[in-house]
C-alpha cells in the first residue's frame, strides 16, 4: 500500500472524522500522531488501535501556535519526516449574530482556520522536504447555510480559499486540498428515515466516507496530480433542488 510506513499529523483525532481518517490511515499501513484537546478520547483511541508504535497522540490545541509547533517538531523528531498533515479540529457556537460575542466569533475562526495557516507555516519546510500533502476539512457550510451560523460559515468558506491559496504557494512541492462534508452522522445517533432520503444516495454519511476520501487525497500515487481542489462530499444533497409545495 503506497501510504505504508508514511508519517502524518491529524488534528481533532479522538473522535468523529478525526478519528475516523486516523483509523483509515492506520490500516494503510501509515503512522499518526493525533492530536486534540480531549486527553481521554486520545487515550482511549491509543488503548483501542495500539498498532505497534504506529499511533501517538498528543494533546494540545489547534488556535495555540506554540501547540502546533510542538506538535511538528515532535513528529519530525520521532519520525525523521512529515509525510501528510489533516487539519481536521472544529468548532461550532451556534448562536444569533448579535449574540455571538467578538470572543466566540475569534475562536471559532482560530480553531477552524487559523490551525491550517499555523500548520503550513511551521509543518510546511518538512512537507517540503518529503513532497507531502495537506488536507483542509471545509464543509457544505462553505456554500449553503443554516441561520445563526455565521463564524462557523465563515471559517469554512475561508478553509475553501486557503487550499487553494496554499496549493499556489507552497507548489510544486507540496499539495494542498480540501474535503467538505455534508451531513455526517459523527455522534452515530439514530436518524429517522426522511433524515436519509433526502441524499441522492439514500443515506446520511459515515465519517469513513471522509476517511477514505482522506486518505485517496493524501496519496502521491494516486492523487499526485490532484491539487487546490475542494472535494464535496455530501451524498448529493448540494445538487438537490428543493422547493415548497
Known sequence: MSLTDKTFIVTGAASGIGRAITLRL???????????????????????EAKNGRLAAFVGDVARES????????????HGAIDGIVCNAGIMKRLPVEELSYEDWHKVLD?????????AKHGGPKLRETNGAMLLVSSTRAFMSEADTESYSATKGGLFALAHSLAVSLSPEVRVNAVAPGWINVSGEELRPVDHEQHLVGRVGEPDDIAHAASFLLDNEKAGFIT??????????TRKMIYAH
Open 26 to 48: 492506520l490500516a494503510e499501513g501509515g503512522r499518526v500522531l493525533a492530536m486534540d484537546t480531549d486527553e481521554a478520547g486520545l487515550d482511549a483511541l491509543c488503548k483501542d
Open 67 to 78: 501547540d502546533v509547533a510542538a506538535c511538528v517538531r515532535r513528529t519530525a523528531e520521532s
Open 111 to 119: 480553531v477552524n482556520l487559523s490551525q491550517s495557516f499555523l500548520f
Open 228 to 237: 487546490g481542489q475542494t472535494l464535496v462530499i455530501d451524498g448529493g444533497m
